[in-house]
């Protein structure tokens, strides 16, 4: 069983950054692709990022490209999202899970933008 908790999200102006990271433990996460999802209120759960254990490709939504970095250290066990210029429509929830399976399930972290 693998645990994830996020941490790192807050309230910021539009245009700003957040960096936002996933520790896991229980099991290492250097053999898995990893993602992050967010859901904002009243929506359905959104997949933002995911990065490739083989290779390390990396994987964005249309909404967010160019925008948000998603990294990892296995050495860690961390996935972390550096999100920059961001705009009010990533207000949300956001959530690590391994991807595109979503075998676990954290709090998650709420990232609030203000406009």
């Known amino acids: 069983q693998v645990q994830l908790v996020e941490s790192g999200g807050g309230l910021v102006q539009a245009g700003g950054s957040l960096r936002l990271s996933c520790a896991a433990s229980?099991?290492?996460?250097?053999?898995?692709?990893m993602g992050w999802i967010r859901q904002a209120p009243g929506k359905e759960r959104e997949f933002v990022a995911a990065?490739?254990?083989?290779?390390?490709?990396?994987y964005y939504a249309d909404s967010v490209k160019g925008r948000f970095t998603i990294s990892r250290d296995n050495a860690k066990n961390t996935v972390s999202l550096q999100m920059n210029s961001l705009k009010p429509e990533d207000t949300a929830v956001y959530f690590c899970?391994?991807?595109?399976?979503?075998?676990?399930w954290g709090q998650g972290t709420q990232v609030t933008v203000s406009s």
């Open positions: 990065n490739r254990w083989s290779g390390g490709s990396t």
């Open positions: 899970n391994t991807y595109p399976t979503y075998d676990y």
């Open positions: 229980g099991r290492t996460i250097s053999s898995a692709t």
